[in-house]
Protein backbone atom coordinates (compact mmCIF):
# COMPACT_ATOMS: atom_id res chain seq x y z
CA UNK A 1 0.00 0.00 0.00
CA UNK A 2 2.91 2.13 -0.35
CA UNK A 3 1.28 4.15 -3.57
CA UNK A 4 -1.05 5.49 -1.55
CA UNK A 5 0.86 7.95 -0.04
CA UNK A 6 2.44 8.77 -3.55
CA UNK A 7 -0.64 9.76 -5.26
CA UNK A 8 -0.50 12.99 -7.76
CA UNK A 9 -0.24 15.41 -5.29
CA UNK A 10 1.68 14.39 -2.43
CA UNK A 11 -1.17 15.41 -0.17
CA UNK A 12 -1.55 13.69 2.94
CA UNK A 13 -5.47 13.20 3.45
CA UNK A 14 -7.82 13.79 6.82
CA UNK A 15 -11.41 14.30 6.73
CA UNK A 16 -13.47 16.53 8.23
CA UNK A 17 -16.81 15.83 6.91
CA UNK A 18 -20.51 16.94 8.00
CA UNK A 19 -23.99 16.56 7.13
CA UNK A 20 -26.36 19.04 5.80
CA UNK A 21 -29.77 19.12 5.78
CA UNK A 22 -31.12 17.62 2.04
CA UNK A 23 -33.03 14.92 0.58
CA UNK A 24 -30.89 12.29 -0.61
CA UNK A 25 -31.46 10.61 -4.03
CA UNK A 26 -32.33 7.23 -4.75
CA UNK A 27 -29.21 5.35 -4.89
CA UNK A 28 -28.43 4.17 -8.36
CA UNK A 29 -29.02 1.13 -10.33
CA UNK A 30 -27.27 -1.42 -8.80
CA UNK A 31 -25.49 0.63 -5.74
CA UNK A 32 -25.53 -1.09 -2.58
CA UNK A 33 -26.58 0.55 0.73
CA UNK A 34 -25.17 -0.03 4.07
CA UNK A 35 -26.98 1.54 7.26
CA UNK A 36 -23.76 2.38 9.21
CA UNK A 37 -24.70 2.49 13.05
CA UNK A 38 -23.47 4.54 16.12
CA UNK A 39 -23.15 7.91 14.03
CA UNK A 40 -25.76 10.54 13.11
CA UNK A 41 -24.32 14.13 11.99
CA UNK A 42 -26.74 16.63 13.14
CA UNK A 43 -28.88 18.27 10.27
CA UNK A 44 -29.12 21.65 11.60
CA UNK A 45 -26.58 24.54 10.02
CA UNK A 46 -25.44 27.11 11.24
CA UNK A 47 -27.33 29.22 9.97
CA UNK A 48 -26.03 29.76 5.85
CA UNK A 49 -28.32 29.43 2.85
CA UNK A 50 -27.59 26.41 1.29
CA UNK A 51 -26.91 25.87 -2.31
CA UNK A 52 -29.55 23.15 -3.67
CA UNK A 53 -29.33 21.75 -7.46
CA UNK A 54 -32.41 22.90 -9.26
CA UNK A 55 -34.02 20.18 -11.38
CA UNK A 56 -32.77 21.96 -14.66
CA UNK A 57 -29.10 21.64 -13.43
CA UNK A 58 -30.08 18.39 -12.51
CA UNK A 59 -31.40 17.30 -16.19
CA UNK A 60 -28.49 19.44 -18.02
CA UNK A 61 -25.96 16.15 -17.47
CA UNK A 62 -22.60 16.18 -16.45
CA UNK A 63 -20.25 18.79 -16.79
CA UNK A 64 -19.12 19.23 -20.26
CA UNK A 65 -14.96 19.04 -19.86
CA UNK A 66 -12.12 18.66 -17.36
CA UNK A 67 -9.06 19.17 -16.44
CA UNK A 68 -6.32 17.24 -15.83
CA UNK A 69 -2.44 17.47 -15.69
CA UNK A 70 -0.58 16.11 -18.82
CA UNK A 71 3.17 15.34 -19.71
CA UNK A 72 4.52 14.41 -23.16
CA UNK A 73 5.84 10.49 -22.14
CA UNK A 74 5.96 8.26 -19.18
CA UNK A 75 8.94 10.08 -17.73
CA UNK A 76 7.12 13.45 -17.01
CA UNK A 77 8.75 15.81 -19.18
CA UNK A 78 7.75 18.08 -19.87
CA UNK A 79 4.23 19.38 -18.16
CA UNK A 80 1.43 21.17 -18.70
CA UNK A 81 -2.26 21.75 -18.00
CA UNK A 82 -4.96 21.08 -20.09
CA UNK A 83 -8.77 20.80 -20.75
CA UNK A 84 -10.65 17.67 -22.21
CA UNK A 85 -14.09 16.80 -23.65
CA UNK A 86 -16.08 14.77 -21.11
CA UNK A 87 -17.70 13.18 -24.22
CA UNK A 88 -14.90 11.61 -25.89
CA UNK A 89 -11.92 12.51 -24.08
CA UNK A 90 -10.77 14.83 -26.85
CA UNK A 91 -8.15 17.40 -25.88
CA UNK A 92 -9.91 20.65 -25.94
CA UNK A 93 -7.37 23.47 -25.05
CA UNK A 94 -3.93 23.93 -23.22
CA UNK A 95 -3.58 26.23 -19.82
CA UNK A 96 -0.25 25.92 -19.10
CA UNK A 97 2.28 24.86 -21.12
CA UNK A 98 6.02 23.57 -20.46
CA UNK A 99 5.87 24.42 -16.44
CA UNK A 100 7.78 22.08 -13.92
CA UNK A 101 5.00 19.42 -12.82
CA UNK A 102 1.92 21.50 -12.14
CA UNK A 103 -0.72 19.87 -9.77
CA UNK A 104 -4.42 20.84 -10.55
CA UNK A 105 -5.84 21.90 -6.82
CA UNK A 106 -9.49 22.93 -7.45
CA UNK A 107 -11.92 24.89 -9.80
CA UNK A 108 -13.51 27.81 -8.56
CA UNK A 109 -17.12 27.21 -8.49
CA UNK A 110 -18.36 29.86 -11.26
CA UNK A 111 -16.00 27.55 -13.72
CA UNK A 112 -13.89 30.80 -14.82
CA UNK A 113 -10.43 29.65 -12.62
CA UNK A 114 -8.57 26.79 -12.38
CA UNK A 115 -5.80 26.83 -9.17
CA UNK A 116 -2.33 24.90 -9.05
CA UNK A 117 1.00 24.81 -7.61
CA UNK A 118 4.23 23.70 -8.93
CA UNK A 119 5.46 21.04 -7.24
CA UNK A 120 9.25 20.87 -8.97
CA UNK A 121 9.43 24.72 -8.52
CA UNK A 122 11.65 25.65 -5.69
CA UNK A 123 10.20 27.31 -3.01
CA UNK A 124 11.23 30.13 -1.03
CA UNK A 125 11.23 30.61 2.94
CA UNK A 126 12.67 27.18 3.09
CA UNK A 127 13.06 25.88 6.20
CA UNK A 128 16.87 25.48 6.94
CA UNK A 129 16.00 22.45 9.22
CA UNK A 130 13.93 20.41 6.94
CA UNK A 131 13.99 22.06 3.62
CA UNK A 132 9.80 21.81 4.02
CA UNK A 133 7.76 25.13 2.01
CA UNK A 134 4.45 26.10 1.50
CA UNK A 135 4.29 25.78 -2.33
CA UNK A 136 3.16 28.85 -4.19
CA UNK A 137 -0.51 28.63 -5.53
CA UNK A 138 -1.20 29.58 -9.00
CA UNK A 139 -4.88 30.05 -10.84
CA UNK A 140 -5.02 30.43 -14.60
CA UNK A 141 -8.50 30.83 -16.66
CA UNK A 142 -9.84 27.75 -17.90
CA UNK A 143 -11.03 29.33 -21.37
CA UNK A 144 -7.11 30.32 -21.23
CA UNK A 145 -5.42 33.24 -20.86
CA UNK A 146 -1.97 33.94 -18.32
CA UNK A 147 -1.55 32.64 -15.18
CA UNK A 148 -1.00 34.38 -12.21
CA UNK A 149 -0.04 34.06 -8.14
CA UNK A 150 -3.04 33.99 -6.10
CA UNK A 151 -0.36 35.06 -2.95
CA UNK A 152 -1.06 31.95 -1.15
CA UNK A 153 1.01 29.42 -0.01
CA UNK A 154 -0.19 26.00 0.15
CA UNK A 155 -0.95 22.78 -1.65
CA UNK A 156 -4.49 22.27 -1.10
CA UNK A 157 -7.65 25.38 -1.47
CA UNK A 158 -11.23 24.89 -1.36
CA UNK A 159 -14.42 26.77 -2.25
CA UNK A 160 -17.88 26.78 -1.21
CA UNK A 161 -20.60 26.02 -3.59
CA UNK A 162 -21.70 29.21 -3.38
CA UNK A 163 -18.19 30.98 -3.71
CA UNK A 164 -18.59 32.33 0.33
CA UNK A 165 -16.61 30.47 2.31
CA UNK A 166 -12.77 29.82 1.48
CA UNK A 167 -10.35 27.23 3.26
CA UNK A 168 -6.52 26.21 2.54
CA UNK A 169 -4.19 24.28 4.86
CA UNK A 170 -0.81 26.59 5.97
CA UNK A 171 2.38 24.92 7.97
CA UNK A 172 3.96 26.88 10.47
CA UNK A 173 7.74 26.18 12.34
CA UNK A 174 9.47 24.38 9.92
CA UNK A 175 6.41 22.13 9.51
CA UNK A 176 6.09 21.10 12.91
CA UNK A 177 2.07 22.66 13.13
CA UNK A 178 -0.30 22.43 9.98
CA UNK A 179 -3.44 24.54 10.21
CA UNK A 180 -6.69 25.16 8.04
CA UNK A 181 -7.66 28.59 7.35
CA UNK A 182 -10.78 29.22 7.11
CA UNK A 183 -12.24 32.49 5.68
CA UNK A 184 -14.99 34.06 4.51
CA UNK A 185 -14.29 35.77 1.51
CA UNK A 186 -17.47 38.67 1.82
CA UNK A 187 -16.62 39.60 5.34
CA UNK A 188 -12.59 39.05 5.78
CA UNK A 189 -13.26 36.88 8.93
CA UNK A 190 -10.80 34.55 9.01
CA UNK A 191 -9.85 31.19 11.56
CA UNK A 192 -7.47 29.14 12.06
CA UNK A 193 -8.04 25.08 12.97
CA UNK A 194 -5.48 22.97 14.60
CA UNK A 195 -4.75 20.41 11.93
CA UNK A 196 -1.88 18.38 12.94
CA UNK A 197 1.02 18.53 15.25
CA UNK A 198 3.79 16.97 13.69
CA UNK A 199 7.48 15.16 15.55
CA UNK A 200 9.58 16.02 12.72
CA UNK A 201 11.88 13.34 13.69
CA UNK A 202 9.14 10.63 14.05
CA UNK A 203 6.70 8.86 11.02
CA UNK A 204 3.44 9.22 9.79
CA UNK A 205 4.16 13.38 9.61
CA UNK A 206 0.63 15.23 8.14
CA UNK A 207 1.57 17.93 5.71
CA UNK A 208 -1.41 19.23 4.22
CA UNK A 209 -4.85 18.27 3.95
CA UNK A 210 -7.59 17.61 0.43
CA UNK A 211 -11.10 19.70 1.28
CA UNK A 212 -14.37 19.94 0.47
CA UNK A 213 -17.11 22.40 1.61
CA UNK A 214 -20.55 21.14 2.39
CA UNK A 215 -23.19 23.71 1.24
CA UNK A 216 -24.29 24.81 4.41
CA UNK A 217 -21.25 26.90 4.32
CA UNK A 218 -20.06 25.75 7.67
CA UNK A 219 -19.48 21.96 7.38
CA UNK A 220 -15.93 20.89 5.85
CA UNK A 221 -14.08 17.46 4.13
CA UNK A 222 -10.46 17.32 4.78
CA UNK A 223 -8.48 14.31 3.95
CA UNK A 224 -5.10 13.13 5.43
CA UNK A 225 -2.90 10.09 4.83
CA UNK A 226 -0.27 10.51 7.69
CA UNK A 227 0.80 7.07 6.66
CA UNK A 228 -0.23 4.63 3.64
CA UNK A 229 -2.59 2.67 5.73
CA UNK A 230 -3.45 5.62 7.96
CA UNK A 231 -6.51 7.27 6.91
CA UNK A 232 -9.35 9.23 8.50
CA UNK A 233 -12.26 10.76 7.90
CA UNK A 234 -14.59 12.79 10.26
CA UNK A 235 -16.89 15.51 10.91
CA UNK A 236 -16.28 19.09 11.99
CA UNK A 237 -17.67 22.58 12.07
CA UNK A 238 -15.29 24.83 10.43
CA UNK A 239 -17.16 27.79 11.66
CA UNK A 240 -16.71 26.67 15.78
CA UNK A 241 -13.55 23.60 15.67
CA UNK A 242 -10.29 24.61 17.00
CA UNK A 243 -8.57 21.21 16.38
CA UNK A 244 -9.38 18.55 13.92
CA UNK A 245 -6.86 16.43 16.25
CA UNK A 246 -9.37 14.36 18.33
CA UNK A 247 -12.13 14.16 15.44
CA UNK A 248 -13.56 11.00 15.38
CA UNK A 249 -13.81 9.01 11.83
CA UNK A 250 -17.17 8.07 10.53
CA UNK A 251 -18.26 4.45 10.54
CA UNK A 252 -17.69 3.53 6.29
CA UNK A 253 -13.35 4.92 7.15
CA UNK A 254 -13.11 3.61 10.78
CA UNK A 255 -12.25 0.03 10.09
CA UNK A 256 -8.76 -1.20 10.25
CA UNK A 257 -6.22 -1.62 7.25
CA UNK A 258 -9.37 1.04 5.23
CA UNK A 259 -9.43 4.57 4.83
CA UNK A 260 -11.34 7.38 2.83
CA UNK A 261 -9.52 9.49 0.05
CA UNK A 262 -10.78 12.50 -2.37
CA UNK A 263 -14.07 13.45 -0.62
CA UNK A 264 -16.50 16.22 -2.17
CA UNK A 265 -19.45 17.18 -1.33
CA UNK A 266 -22.28 17.76 -3.85
CA UNK A 267 -25.03 20.65 -3.52
CA UNK A 268 -27.12 18.61 -1.74
CA UNK A 269 -24.84 17.66 0.71
CA UNK A 270 -23.86 14.10 0.39
CA UNK A 271 -20.36 13.23 0.60
CA UNK A 272 -18.78 11.03 -1.55
CA UNK A 273 -15.42 9.49 -1.72
CA UNK A 274 -13.04 6.54 -2.78
CA UNK A 275 -12.79 4.02 0.00
CA UNK A 276 -9.94 1.27 -0.11
CA UNK A 277 -9.53 -1.78 2.08
CA UNK A 278 -6.81 -4.08 2.33
CA UNK A 279 -7.19 -7.72 3.88
CA UNK A 280 -3.77 -7.93 6.37
CA UNK A 281 -3.98 -12.30 5.99
CA UNK A 282 -5.07 -12.29 2.30
CA UNK A 283 -2.93 -9.58 0.58
CA UNK A 284 -6.06 -8.72 -0.93
CA UNK A 285 -7.05 -5.48 -1.69
CA UNK A 286 -10.56 -3.52 -2.66
CA UNK A 287 -11.52 -0.33 -3.58
CA UNK A 288 -15.09 1.13 -4.54
CA UNK A 289 -16.86 5.15 -4.53
CA UNK A 290 -18.71 5.57 -1.94
CA UNK A 291 -21.23 7.82 -1.08
CA UNK A 292 -22.39 9.22 2.67
CA UNK A 293 -25.33 10.93 3.38
CA UNK A 294 -27.60 11.21 6.91
CA UNK A 295 -25.52 7.99 8.67
CA UNK A 296 -25.94 5.69 5.56
CA UNK A 297 -23.19 4.52 3.15
CA UNK A 298 -24.14 3.72 -0.61
CA UNK A 299 -21.90 1.84 -2.72
CA UNK A 300 -21.88 3.70 -6.05
CA UNK A 301 -19.58 0.98 -7.84
CA UNK A 302 -16.31 -1.08 -7.35
CA UNK A 303 -13.54 -0.63 -8.91
CA UNK A 304 -11.64 -3.01 -11.69
CA UNK A 305 -8.42 -4.03 -10.96
CA UNK A 306 -7.26 -2.07 -13.61
CA UNK A 307 -8.65 0.59 -12.41
CA UNK A 308 -7.60 0.64 -8.69
CA UNK A 309 -4.42 0.81 -10.19
CA UNK A 310 -2.52 -1.02 -7.06
CA UNK A 311 -4.12 1.88 -5.40
CA UNK A 312 -3.39 4.51 -6.99
CA UNK A 313 -6.65 5.91 -7.77
CA UNK A 314 -8.56 9.01 -7.95
CA UNK A 315 -11.87 10.45 -8.02
CA UNK A 316 -13.49 13.49 -8.81
CA UNK A 317 -17.10 14.24 -8.02
CA UNK A 318 -19.25 17.33 -9.82
CA UNK A 319 -21.60 19.20 -7.70
CA UNK A 320 -24.47 17.57 -8.74
CA UNK A 321 -23.17 14.79 -7.63
CA UNK A 322 -24.53 12.48 -10.62
CA UNK A 323 -21.03 12.18 -12.65
CA UNK A 324 -17.74 11.06 -11.53
CA UNK A 325 -14.29 11.18 -13.16
CA UNK A 326 -11.80 8.32 -12.31
CA UNK A 327 -8.44 8.23 -12.47
CA UNK A 328 -6.71 4.64 -12.74
CA UNK A 329 -4.45 2.19 -14.16
CA UNK A 330 -1.58 0.07 -13.57
CA UNK A 331 1.09 1.17 -16.09
CA UNK A 332 -0.77 3.97 -17.46
CA UNK A 333 -3.15 5.89 -16.02
CA UNK A 334 -7.07 5.94 -17.79
CA UNK A 335 -10.28 8.41 -17.01
CA UNK A 336 -13.00 7.17 -16.57
CA UNK A 337 -16.93 9.03 -16.52
CA UNK A 338 -19.47 7.64 -14.17
CA UNK A 339 -22.84 9.14 -15.25
CA UNK A 340 -25.35 7.99 -12.98
CA UNK A 341 -24.78 4.29 -12.94
CA UNK A 342 -22.95 3.75 -16.12
CA UNK A 343 -18.90 3.83 -16.27
CA UNK A 344 -17.34 4.76 -19.56
CA UNK A 345 -13.70 5.11 -20.29
CA UNK A 346 -13.02 7.95 -21.99
CA UNK A 347 -9.31 9.09 -21.77
CA UNK A 348 -6.87 6.47 -22.12
CA UNK A 349 -2.79 7.42 -21.95
CA UNK A 350 -0.20 7.01 -24.21
CA UNK A 351 3.49 6.71 -24.32
CA UNK A 352 3.65 10.34 -25.99
CA UNK A 353 0.78 11.59 -23.74
CA UNK A 354 -0.03 11.25 -20.13
CA UNK A 355 -3.36 12.56 -18.23
CA UNK A 356 -3.91 12.51 -14.66
CA UNK A 357 -5.80 14.56 -11.77
CA UNK A 358 -8.83 14.92 -13.46
CA UNK A 359 -10.77 17.73 -12.30
CA UNK A 360 -14.44 18.57 -13.27
CA UNK A 361 -15.36 22.28 -14.86
CA UNK A 362 -18.34 23.57 -13.56
CA UNK A 363 -21.09 24.89 -16.01
CA UNK A 364 -20.91 28.55 -16.09
CA UNK A 365 -23.89 29.76 -13.97
Not at 59 to 71: K, N
Not at 233 to 245: E, F, G, H, K, P
Amino acid sequence: MASKDLRASGTILLVLAATVVASCASPASGARAVRSAGYRASTRTAGFPRARTSRAEALRGYPAAFVAAVSRGIRFDPHGLAVFSSSHGRLLRWLVRRAPDPVPVSVSPDGRWLYYYDQDTPASGRCPATGFADPALWRVPTGGGRPRRTGIRTPSIAFSPDGRMMAYTVSSDCGRVIRIVVRNRRTGATRRIILARNNLRGNNQVGSAQLSWAPDDAHLAVAVTPAAAINALSVINALRARTAITARSIPPCAGDNSGCLDPAFDLRGRLTFLKWREEAVTSSFAEWVTRWHRGHAVQLFRLSGEQAGGGSASIAVDRTGNAVLLKGGIHLPAIWRWYRGHLRLILRSTASRVAWRPLWIPRRR
